[in-house]
């Protein structure tokens, strides 16, 4: 039988946050992504907003955010103002993906890592989650003896990562040798996965980047406001390009020559210089009201815990940390709601036009993009989406929720501070050049089934 009888295969090589600028500057330094570059290369819009879950849902799914009803890693639980739960895959199980399409022609997927996959669908296949899950004793893969065999080949449970957490807090250095680390065991995991030789679809997705950026940009960002020397972090994010495009290598000499193979990311980054505090904003534009002045920094949420927030006599209000989440204090959809959906419309506006005029804290004028629910979001679950979504000076400033900030600018959350942003472009490149190149990230579904011939 010859080649051209084989089912075809493909595999997805998924490098959250991966920016395109970054990607194209430093291509010379990464030859087996090179490679592929050279084959095919294009930038894809990401998704309103650039953030992970529902740029990668969207990706494999092929539908719009507002059919998954998806903005962030958490949403705001219906009929509360400030209850945010963590996404997990149950709340999509409704939804087609590709490995589902596969699953129903009896062809297999291997899902290694993907944001979104905890608990871990039933597929035809193998599923390791990723960093959604919780710790090491939950059921993370599917099916579920696979967990002790992931465990084996990293050494051990206690050798397993899910995630490096509080990457916002690490001392630098130590953040780089873990993110490395955490490479290894995630290629070493992947290598084991697509090995096992038996499957169609293969998508493996490494969350080092994106945990990189957010503490290493400045130090190799000449123009980043917090750019900060040091010899051993300069190239500390084209390290971490260096080491996956060195597994890379290794992983393409276990492939057959005619897979087919597609790296790309979700969303890009860039540099951060602020965070505009978005309610202290809407408050002081009358918008937001509250029953007592905070006397230092509050959370939304503990603010209306403490019944300090006057949600009668308020009309807007914002979540989010990258990008500014407004919503609107709807009449019938609010538990306290006041505007009625004849003044809906024209209340978007009025806040819309307050929020693209924030200018910079020397009181130049920023390059904001607001984004109204109507114009972006298609589907069953639009009314779970966002009234409107604003990137400041599109995505170079982040946005706060907190109340009781001295100014209109912070640089840190609660959280901590954050040396970048999401950008609204992702990378895509193939050894194969697509039929149709794909313009936004909508349009990676079809291009992947179309491959698979189904
Ligand atoms: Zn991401």
């Known amino acids: 039988m010859g080649t051209s009888m084989r089912s075809p295969r493909v595999l997805i090589l998924g490098i959250d946050s991966a920016e395109p600028l970054q990607v194209e500057e430093w291509i010379e330094e990464l030859p087996n992504l090179k490679q592929l570059y050279e084959t095919f290369y294009t930038r894809v819009e990401s998704t309103v907003p650039p953030i992970t879950i529902p740029a990668w849902l969207t990706t494999f799914s092929g539908l719009n955010p507002g059919y998954l009803g998806l903005y962030d890693l958490k949403y705001r639980e219906p009929r509360t103002y400030t209850n945010y739960k963590l996404y997990n895959y149950r709340l999509v199980k409704d ?260 929020l693209s005029r924030v200018k910079d804290p020397d009181g130049r004028k920023l390059d904001n993009r607001v984004f109204f629910k109507w114009d972006v979001y298609r589907g069953d679950r639009v009314e779970y989406m966002p009234d409107i979504t604003v990137y400041f000076d599109n995505l170079h400033y982040g946005a706060n929720a907190a109340l009781g900030l001295p100014d209109l600018y912070s640089l840190a959350t609660f959280k901590g501070p954050d040396d970048s942003n999401h950008g609204e472009y992702a990378i895509f490149m193939c050894n194969n050049k697509p039929e149709r190149p794909p313009k936004e990230l909508e349009d990676i579904a079809d291009l992947i089934l179309n491959v698979l011939n189904v």
Request: hydrophobic share 40%; aromatic share 12%; with cysteine.
């Open 95 to 354: 939804i087609d993906f590709i490995w589902n399409r596969l699953d129903r022609l009896g062809l297999r997927s291997i899902l290694c890592f993907v944001p979104g996959t905890y608990p871990p669908p039933r597929i035809n296949g193998y599923v390791v989650s990723g960093f959604f899950t919780p710790n090491t004793k939950s059921n993370f893969t599917h099916p579920s003896r696979l967990r002790e065999e992931v465990f084996q080949v990293v050494g051990g449970e206690d050798k397993y990562i899910i995630d490096i957490y509080e990457f916002r807090s690490i001392e630098p250095k130590k953040l780089l040798r873990l993110l490395l680390d955490k490479l290894d065991h995630d290629f070493k995991v992947i290598k084991y996965l697509v090995k096992s030789g038996n499957w169609n679809l293969a998508i493996a997705i490494l969350m080092s980047i994106d945990r990189a950026q957010h503490t290493l940009w400045r130090f190799f960002d000449r123009g980043h406001p917090r750019y900060t020397e040091d010899p051993e972090l300069k190239e500390g994010l084209l390290d971490i390009y260096r080491k996956i495009d060195q597994e890379l290598g290794d992983l393409l000499a276990v492939l057959r020559d005619d897979d087919v193979v597609i790296v790309m990311s979700d969303h890009g980054a860039k540099r951060m210089y602020y965070r505009v505090n978005v309610n202290e904003l809407l408050r002081e534009e009358g918008f937001l009201r509250v029953k007592e002045e905070p006397s230092r920094p509050i959370s939304l949420r503990d603010m209306d815990m403490k019944g300090l927030i006057d949600w009668e006599r308020t009309t807007a209000w914002a979540w989010g940390a990258y990008i500014a989440q407004v919503w609107i204090n709807l009449k019938d959809r609010e538990k306290k709601g006041i505007v009625s959906r004849e003044e809906y419309e024209d209340t978007c506006r009025e806040v819309a036009e307050v």
